[in-house]
């Protein structure tokens, strides 16, 4: 749960994941940029990102779950902030598939994103690496 809600929709991964950039930055941080589609009436599991990250929506719309947070929508061209080590989830809710892009920078070696709940169907950890 999520501020004692029941987070709606189906589990299940993004499609059609495309990396656009995985590289180490100057400060030794890995950045991984990755373009996705999160189908209609899916969710993530409720997760948590240790070094946080963003999501940019290039269509489609989603719900955010985050814990002490509203529940927010976002849109095309519009996007939200990932807290670090907060439990939290993002849901289609709509009946069209979204696009999206998620940024995430921490250090090599590290998890970008660890889900919690059970049930999840796929990997649970994960990590910044060189793929």
């Known amino acids: 749960k999520i501020n004692d809600s029941v ?24 950045v991984k940029i990755i373009k996705s589609v999160r189908k209609a009436g899916t969710r ?4 948590v990102h240790k070094y946080g ?6 269509s489609g719309e ?5 814990q002490g947070k509203a ?3 976002y849109g095309p061209n519009s996007g939200y902030y990932m807290p670090p080590c907060t439990p939290m989830s993002a849901a289609n809710l709509g009946s069209e598939d979204v696009t999206l892009i998620d940024i995430f ?14 049930g999840w169907p796929g990997e649970r950890v994960g990590r910044f690496d060189g793929n």
């Open 71 to 73: 529940i927010q929508k």
């Open 105 to 118: 920078i921490g250090q090599p070696g590290e998890p970008f994103i660890e889900v919690l709940e059970p």
């Open 62 to 66: 989603m719900t955010d779950y985050v």
């Open 53 to 58: 990250g963003y999501t940019l929506i290039l």
């Open 44 to 47: 993530v599991g409720i997760h």
């Open 7 to 30: 987070v709606p929709g189906t589990m299940a991964g993004l499609v059609n994941s495309v990396v656009l950039l995985n590289i180490v930055n100057a400060q030794g941080q890995r």
